[in-house]
């Protein structure tokens, strides 16, 4: 019986440092969604407003959805497929999406700030028909993608520590049973 508490407290002493030293899954990109209003406050098209909604994957910053309704014609993530969205040390700073067709029109993001962030357009050809706009952002929030798993092995360790703890008291609080023919008294 003594032989065996070693083996099973070096058993469980190695797993809990397995168990604590094994490194959870990569986390996988999320997709993150934006709406967008846009109100033009210069040109020919004054004082109209606009609204879309776009997705970007967190790996990448590409655009995953696009939609906008401009001058009757929608427009997706297609149309722009160098489309992005821009950050700066972790701060948001607007969405970078370009079309050259008429009506030609762009996102431009902040240098600094999402407050900077603007909406150009053109309705000719010969640049005599432009304004812009000034936009702005609402992120839309995801339960299913907001939420970000903790670090498990800690938990898994605590939890095979717990258990080796209450296991050596098991065996330890044991006695020895008697022998066929003894006399415990």
Do not use: H
């Amino acid at each position: 019986m003594t032989s065996l508490l070693p083996k099973l407290v070096l058993t469980t002493a190695g797993l809990t440092l397995s168990v604590a030293l094994v490194q959870p899954a990569p986390l996988k990109a999320a997709v993150v969604g934006y709406t967008f209003d846009v109100l033009i406050d210069s040109g020919p098209l004054q004082p109209n407003s606009y609204s879309g909604s776009f997705s970007y994957d967190t790996q990448t910053f590409s655009l995953t959805d696009f939609s906008f309704l401009f001058q009757g014609t929608p427009y997706d993530e297609n149309d722009d497929p160098n489309a992005s969205v821009l950050f700066d040390n972790g701060v948001f700073l607007g969405l970078e999406y370009s079309v050259n067709t008429l009506p030609a029109f762009s996102f431009v993001p902040g240098f600094f700030d999402v407050g900077e962030a603007f909406f150009a357009y053109d309705l000719e050809a010969s640049g005599g028909q432009g304004g812009a706009g000034s936009l702005a952002f609402t992120r839309v929030l995801n339960p299913e993608t907001s939420a970000v798993p903790g670090p498990l092995p800690l938990l898994g360790a605590a939890a095979c520590f717990g258990y080796s703890r209450r296991l050596k008291k098991r065996i330890n609080g044991r006695t020895p049973s008697p022998t066929i023919g003894s006399d415990p008294d």
